[in-house]
């Protein structure tokens, strides 16, 4: 059994960066003579309707060399999209306890885990279980600190947010058996947790979306089932061929660059021997053949977002199969905008409409 990577801890240099970048980034948010003379460098998109506010972060990124995963260790890797993040975000008004948990993974090591309960909530209550994004080689309970907070916030529910093995110390299929695992210790342990099994979906963003469109297709024939599946923006095709890969890949945050690194890690490289195939449904989502009896769908979709088709296509293939799927699209939006929420006002707003509208179908 091969030990877990480290959690996430910021340097001393990172901690220093992110005392200091905060009020910076904001400050230059709240000039309108800076945003109108950094915004030049985006015209075109503006004109094509990327949002303002993404439009000026995507330039102050470019400047620091931040928005780019590539071509670093993971670990460096990991310490700079905390440190954006921590950044960027900021914690929501709302009461919220926050209890810090242990549960089983897959492999007999123990994950990480952290529920959070609105005040005044009932119990039981509908809740998620979350999966972080990040490519399967970044992110953690920290990263997505704030945005569990804000969906149990709008939804009113109860999330337990997971920590499922990172590649590559853990490369594929280890997310896949650990996310698993986590949805079934959740059922399991329904009554201690405070959630009602009935009501008990299955949440993430990004490749956390991967992991809970897999989950879904997985406990099919379990006696508790996801209710809801809250998919945003999704990685549900690791063939990465949709239009939106090419028209999309380069200058949003996600690139097809990090989209390679983030794959060559977890699933390994198509020349490495015993690499996972790109078309694998437990890498794949989208390439299961029958999704007839996976659980209803909220697909999240970002139109500035390399993933926006797959993603599209996932509900797609869900309605045709006779699973009920809802998509909310977020066209002035990229990848990865429930993690901008404190520095953009677009992205704040469509990422408590679709908490709020998961929480109405996990209680309908």
């Known amino acids: 059994m091969s030990a877990r990577a480290a959690p996430t801890r910021l340097s001393r240099v990172d901690r220093v960066k992110v005392r200091y970048a905060g009020p910076i980034v904001r400050h230059v948010f709240r000039s309108?003579?800076?945003?109108?003379r950094l915004l030049r460098a985006r015209e075109a998109d503006l004109a094509r309707g990327l949002d303002p506010d993404i439009a000026l972060l995507l330039v102050l990124g470019e400047r620091t060399g931040d928005a780019e995963v590539a071509g670093r260790s993971p670990d460096a890797a990991r310490r700079s999209i905390l440190a954006s993040v921590s950044i960027i975000e900021d914690t929501p008004s709302g009461s919220v306890r926050v209890r810090e948990r242990e549960l089983p993974d897959a492999n007999g090591g123990v994950m990480r885990a952290r529920l959070y309960e609105p005040a005044g909530l009932a119990s039981p209550s509908p809740g998620f279980v979350?999966?972080?994004?990040g490519g399967w080689v970044v992110g953690d309970l920290d990263t997505h600190?704030?945005?569990?907070?804000?969906?149990a916030l709008e939804a009113q529910v109860r999330v337990l947010s997971v920590e499922p093995r990172l590649a590559p110390e853990h490369p594929f299929p280890a997310a896949v058996h650990d996310s698993l695992a986590a949805f079934r210790y959740a059922a399991r342990e329904a009554a201690a947790l405070g959630f009602d099994p009935g009501r008990l979906g299955v949440a993430g963003d990004s490749a956390g979306g991967n992991l809970s469109a897999v989950v879904g297709q997985l406990t099919r024939g379990d006696v508790v089932r996801p209710k809801l599946s809250l998919l945003i923006?999704?990685?549900?095709?690791?063939?990465?061929?949709?239009?939106?890969?090419?028209?999309?890949?380069?200058?949003?945050?996600?690139?097809?660059?990090s989209i390679a690194w983030y794959l060559d890690r977890y699933a390994g490289t198509t020349?490495?021997?015993g690499h996972a195939s790109r078309t694998d449904p437990l890498l794949s989502p989208l390439h299961t053949k029958d999704l007839a009896g996976a659980p209803p769908a909220?697909?999240?979709?970002?139109?500035?977002?390399?993933?926006?088709?797959e993603g599209e296509a996932y509900a797609e293939?869900?309605?045709?199969?006779?699973v009920t799927a809802e998509v909310l699209r977020s066209p002035s939006l990229p990848h990865g905008f429930a993690l901008m929420t404190g520095v953009c006002g677009r992205a704040l707003r469509d990422t408590e409409h679709f908490a709020r509208r998961a929480g109405e179908l996990l209680r309908a």
């Open 32 to 36: 309108p003579w800076l945003r109108e």
């Open 130 to 133: 979350f999966i972080h994004g």
């Open 145 to 151: 600190d704030t945005l569990c907070r804000r969906l």
């Open 233 to 257: 923006y999704p990685a549900v095709d690791a063939t990465c061929s949709f239009a939106s890969h090419r028209e999309l890949g380069e200058g949003y945050f996600l690139t097809r660059e």
């Open 271 to 273: 020349s490495q021997p």
């Open 298 to 309: 909220l697909v999240v979709v970002a139109g500035f977002d390399p993933l926006r088709d």
């Open 317 to 322: 293939k869900l309605i045709a199969a006779g």
